[in-house]
């Protein structure tokens, strides 16, 4: 007879010989650059760039809805930055973490706020033709001709992230 609180099952294994920490197989240092990880995340550097560049050169007319767009282009630019550093300058060997689902996540997550601030720089710039006062007898449209020139130029410049994040 088994003493009260005992069982005939043998206590389970320790599940941490079983599964082994996760390895890193994208490389550190410049060779970074050479993979197809660290060539998106320099183009969405420099997209973002041009994007933001293109947005803030603009006298935003929807502030909410450039906003966003703004919003998503310079956060998006900073973390890819702080994610290249990480590989360029070797902290992936020191950070315990699964750099190839933190990667994916990454560009997944970039992709749907790129996917979006897309569908609202568009918006804006289908605004162009709109007047800006409805009650007024001159007809002063929402984007001036150089600042629509300059939004079809952020519209271009965002899908290119898109398609980008999309490859991976």
């Known amino acids: 007879m088994l003493p009260r609180g005992a069982s005939s099952m043998p206590p389970p294994p320790n599940p941490a010989p079983y599964f082994p920490p996760p390895r890193v197989t994208l490389p550190s240092g410049l060779e970074i650059l050479r993979t197809f990880s660290g060539a998106v995340i320099f183009l969405e550097i420099l997209f973002g760039t041009i994007v933001w560049i293109l947005v803030a050169s603009t006298q935003i007319p929807l502030a909410l809805l450039q906003g966003w767009v703004m919003f998503v282009a310079v ?34 997550a970039t992709f749907v706020f790129y996917f979006g601030a897309f569908l609202l720089q568009a918006a804006t710039t289908s605004l162009h033709y709109f007047p800006r006062k409805f009650n007024s007898t001159t007809q002063e449209t929402i984007l001036s001709g150089r600042e629509y020139n300059i939004s079809i130029a952020a519209s271009i410049f965002i899908p290119r992230n898109c398609i980008y994040l999309l490859s991976f």
């Open 75 to 108: 956060t998006a630019w900073f973390l890819s930055i702080v994610f290249l550093s990480v590989f360029l300058f070797g902290y992936a060997n020191r950070i315990a973490v699964n750099w190839n689902q933190a990667d994916f996540i990454f560009h997944g």
